[in-house]
């Protein structure tokens, strides 16, 4: 019965995902068209994208800093003075 529940849930993820993809097409094709007409809404889906990215990848930096500075300390109280 558990092995039931596993692959039920994985059925589940995968169906919400396939309509996740369906949707960047569609911004996709909105933007592509947007930038032949000359629109500007092109460049600000552009914008907020980049901005959304960047935040992750701040996260990240932190997270490896935060063991750099860790790692560092740590070497330092053991090593004999």
């Not at 919400?16 to 933007?31: E, F, N, P, R, T």
């Not at 500007?40 to 750099?68: D, S």
């Amino acid at each position: 019965m558990p092995k039931f529940k596993t692959l039920l849930a994985l059925l589940i993820l995968v169906a919400i995902s396939l309509s996740a993809d369906a949707q960047c097409a569609m911004c996709k094709a909105v933007a592509e068209s947007g930038t032949k007409t000359g629109s500007t809404e092109a460049t600000g889906l552009n914008v907020g994208i980049l901005y959304l990215m960047v935040f992750p990848y701040l996260i990240m930096a932190g997270v490896g800093y935060a063991i750099y500075r860790h790692k560092k300390t740590s070497k330092r109280a053991e090593t004999p003075q």
